[in-house]
C-alpha cells in the first residue's frame, strides 16, 4: 500500500476533474488488491499479526524517543 499512495496521488493529479469517475475506478481497484489479506487477519490466530504490529510501532516509538 506504500508503493500505491504516490501513484494514486499522482494520478489524481494527472487526470484533474474531467476524468474523476477513472480516477475512482483505478482506485477502487488497487485497493481491491488487499482483500487477500483480510483471511491473514481473521485467522484462527487472529490476534498475531495485530499482536505483532502493536510491538513493532511500540519499539519505534521507543527509539523514537531515545
Known sequence: MVLCAP????????LR????????VVVALVLGLLIPQIGLITARRGWLLPLGA????????????V
Do not use: E, F, K, N
Not at 7 to 14: E, K, P, R
Not at 17 to 23: E, I, K, N, P, R
Open 17 to 24: 476533474m474531467v476524468l474523476a469517475a477513472v480516477a475512482a
Open 7 to 14: 501513484a494514486i496521488y499522482l494520478l489524481s493529479i494527472g
Open 54 to 65: 502493536l510491538l513493532i510501532s511500540l519499539a519505534c516509538l521507543v527509539v523514537a524517543t
